[in-house]
């Protein structure tokens, strides 16, 4: 064997080698070899806690965790603005919803945004008018904007960011007159329709955003606490509570001291996660009582899950990235499966728990 051919085979089986070990350290990174690393770079990050028992025609939703046939699941999110005057009252479609918004508008009355990623919601509403501060919440999905009409600021402020504006307009919105609903708290939308009619208008992503990192349910034996009493305002109309059921591990809510009953299904409003984040807010100064608030940089926070409370830290970088919970050990706090409500409370609201 000539010199040459000998360096030509050791040079092979170099290579070879090398082959073999760059295989496996990515089989350890990126396969079952470390779990933690499976988090971290997971091929598909929403099969983590798939359950094998499960039918095979059921996926997680992105947003809120929970099981959904694959038909309807993790379609494009929509976020939609809800009317909590009280001749609006009872709200439909808020069981439906993966997430909600609750916060002050003008007068001491509270608003509400669901954020919805599934099919097959058919009524969600009353339907409202938009706030500036709630653009930087539904920058968060890069999601659709169901509102009807808003604010010259929050008007003008979806034009400049480029939401996917869904003013109410077209076939997915109308108002109903048979239910005891009366203009202008009487209009509702369709929300399949809704993305319908968005496909036509805009070239949507096609990949959810993951809002929360999820965790199994750990529900609390005992010491749990009972009750979250919120005053947004002195107006006692929108003033909320939120009661742990522990047999189901969840939350049940009561609005201005009633429950919260759905206008469609007639069950009562139930969370899985509470969220109250704790944001200073002021008066615009318009003439009109409009306020505004912080929703970027970082600020207090409380969030109630498995019948426990975590004082936590909210933090938001800019408008289009998401707010994200951490503990005081700066770890994000993970969520139950399930619908989670954000209660972003003003530096003067009350909380009781």
């Not at 009317?83 to 439909?92: G, L, S, T």
């Not at 109308?174 to 202008?184: G, H, Q, T, V």
């Not at 965790?215 to 002195?234: C, G, H, M, R, W």
């Not at 009561?254 to 409003?269: E, P």
Request: aromatic share 12%.
């Amino acid at each position: 064997m000539t010199k040459e051919r000998k360096v030509a085979l050791l040079s092979i089986g170099i290579i070879f080698l090398a082959c073999l070990v760059l295989g496996g350290v990515l089989l350890f990174v990126f396969g079952e070899g470390s779990k933690g690393a499976a988090w971290k770079y997971p091929l598909n990050p929403y099969d983590l806690f798939k359950d094998k028992n499960v039918a095979k025609d059921l996926v997680r939703c992105k947003l809120c965790g929970e099981m959904v046939n694959q038909k309807i699941a993790n379609q494009y999110p929509a976020g939609v603005m809800i009317d909590n005057h009280i001749e609006a009252r009872p709200a439909v479609g808020l069981n439906d919803a993966c997430i909600v918004y609750e916060t002050l508008v003008e007068g001491g009355i509270t608003r509400l945004m669901a954020v919805y990623a599934d099919g097959g919601v058919k009524k969600v509403g009353p339907v409202r008018s938009a706030r500036p501060y709630y653009l930087d919440w539904v920058s968060e999905y890069n999601g659709l904007y169901a509102h009807a009409g808003g604010s010259p600021r929050a008007l003008e402020l979806i034009y400049v960011y480029g939401i996917l504006d869904m003013n109410h307009s077209g076939d997915a919105f109308w108002r109903d007159l048979k239910e005891n609903y009366f203009a202008p708290h009487n209009l509702f939308v369709d929300l399949d329709k809704l993305r319908t009619n968005a496909e036509k208008k805009y070239q949507l992503e096609d990949q959810i955003r993951q809002r929360f990192r999820f965790k199994k349910e750990t529900p609390t034996k005992a010491d749990f606490v009972n009750s979250i009493l919120i005053d947004y305002s002195n107006y006692l109309a929108c003033s909320v509570r939120f009661d742990y059921d522990p047999n189901n591990n969840s939350y049940l809510r009561y609005l201005g001291g009633q429950a919260d009953l759905d206008g469609l299904s007639k069950q009562q409003v139930e969370v899985k996660n509470l969220v109250v984040q704790i944001s200073p807010t002021w008066y615009k100064g318009d003439g009109l009582a409009r306020i505004d608030m912080q929703t970027q940089e970082s600020g207090d926070a409380y969030v109630f899950r498995d019948g426990k409370v975590i004082k936590a830290t909210w933090k938001k970088s800019d408008r289009e990235s998401k707010t994200i919970y951490y503990d005081s050990s700066e770890k994000e706090i993970k969520m139950n499966w399930g619908l989670t409500w954000i209660a972003v409370v003003s530096n003067k609201s009350t909380l009781n728990y």
